[in-house]
Structures are given as structure tokens and as C-alpha cells.
């Protein structure tokens, strides 16, 4: 089915695995955490099948060592493992968090041509602005919503309504593009027409298994998807 795109103003993204590759400092602040507290490490490979659905059910699985988390799981260990996160992703930087390539040109492209731009991510907002402002990134986004912004996280689409109500828009008028299945279910449940990105973090899954409207195997094709000969 041919689907029709003329009408979306409004383009949220996702941040990990659509935008920036951040396993490497995830990853790094993950095995810190479990490092002071004497406990197993992660591997990188472990840590990009465990990304999507923000930092507590992140640092669960690792604890669980399984995308799968144990059902007697030690949430005073967990805690003690957040704590321990949360200061060692904050203070090390992002040194090895990197822009996907073609996403500053499409942005800018997307952005001049009159789109408003946001993000809908599940990664808790303390980390998102300072990663945007580091990676020359913020300048596009009119809209920032993290994992703890809201009551709920994708796949719940109450980000992606709170944008659409913000700005006076329409269901036609919003578009979703994300890695992951959490990102295409938030669109399904919101309404919303989404484009699915091929190589980012999604469990090990086909991205066109959520049936996304459009899959795209590289960031700049959304402007074969969008026209940035007219203004939004």
C-alpha cells in the first residue's frame, strides 16, 4: 500500500540507534556500575540487544544477563546498580557515542524545509540534553521527551500525543522514525504513520516485522519520504 506523506508537519524521532550509536558508553557505564559492586561484566554485543526500553528494564537485563528478566530479580540490587549507573554515565562523557552518518544533513534539510522536529526517547531525560549539546545535535529539536518525562514510555503513545496537542496538530500530521519496535507500536497505538531504521538496536528482530509504513536502511532516505521542495 502506497502510502501518502504530504501531509505530516511534525517528525519525532527516537535518539539510541536512530540518531546516535551509544552502546560503547552505555555499555561502559553498565560494567563500571556492576564493577563496584563485584558483580559480572557485559560485552557491547550484550548491551545492543538489551536497548529500548529505558535504563531500568536496561540495567535489569543486565542483571538478569538476559533480555529476559528474572522474575526474582533483587530490586535493593538493582537500586544500588542505578545508583552506580547514573554517576558513571553522567560524569564519563560521551566520547564514543557517535552521529549516525547522514542524520545532522537530513535534520537540516528537514528543518528547513519547515518540519518541527522532536524526540521521543525512553532514555531517562537527565542524560538527553547535555548528549544532544555534545554531539551538535540540539539545534534541530524544537521538542525533547525523555523516559521519566512523562508517566509512560513507548510503546504507550502518550509522548507522541502530548506533541501532536502541543502543536495543534492533526494524527496525519505526525510522523514516527525509530529503531525499534517500541517506536513503530507507539505510532500503531497513536495513529501515527512511522518509518522503521534497519540498523539500529531492535532485539536481534527485522524492524519490518512491526510493519512500519516505510523501512529505510539508511537516515538520509527520509527525504525520498518527505519533500523538502515545499514548506510543512
Not at 4 to 31: H, M, Q
Not at 82 to 104: C, P, Q
Request: glycine content about 8%; charged content about 20%; some cysteine.
Amino acid at each position: 500500500m502506497t502510502v501518502n506523506f504530504d501531509t505530516i508537519k511534525y517528525v519525532a524521532f527516537d535518539l539510541d540507534g536512530t540518531l546516535v550509536d551509544s552502546v560503547p558508553d552505555l555499555a561502559e557505564g553498565i560494567r563500571m556500575a556492576l564493577a563496584d559492586l563485584n558483580l559480572h561484566t557485559v560485552t557491547d554485543d550484550d548491551v545492543r540487544n538489551w536497548i529500548g526500553n529505558g535504563a531500568e528494564i536496561m540495567l535489569k537485563r543486565a542483571l538478569s544477563q538476559s533480555v529476559t528478566i528474572c522474575a526474582d530479580i533483587d530490586e535493593a540490587l538493582y537500586t544500588q546498580v542505578r545508583e552506580r549507573f547514573d554517576f558513571h554515565y553522567a560524569n564519563n562523557g560521551h566520547g564514543k557515542t557517535i552521529v549516525y552518518a547522514g542524520v545532522k544533513e537530513t535534520l537540516s534539510a528537514l528543518k528547513s524545509a519547515g518540519y518541527t522536529l522532536g524526540i521521543v526517547t525512553n532514555k531517562p531525560y537527565q542524560f538527553v540534553p547535555e548528549i544532544l549539546a555534545d554531539l551538535d545535535l540540539a539545534q534541530y529539536f524544537t521538542d525533547v521527551i525523555g523516559g521519566d518525562s512523562l508517566p509512560t514510555n513507548k510503546p504507550d503513545p502518550e509522548g507522541l500525543f502530548s506533541l501532536r496537542d502541543k502543536h495543534g496538530l492533526k494524527d496525519d500530521n505526525m510522523l514516527m522514525v525509530g529503531d525499534s519496535k517500541n517506536d513503530i507500536l507507539a505510532a500503531k497505538n497513536a495513529g501515527f504513520v512511522s518509518v522503521g531504521l534497519t540498523y539500529g538496536y531492535n532485539y536481534g528482530e527485522p524492524i519490518s516485522d512491526s510493519a512500519p509504513e516505510f523501512v529505510a536502511a539508511h537516515f538520509n532516505e527520509l527525504l525520498t519520504v518527505l519533500s523538502t521542495d515545499k514548506t510543512a
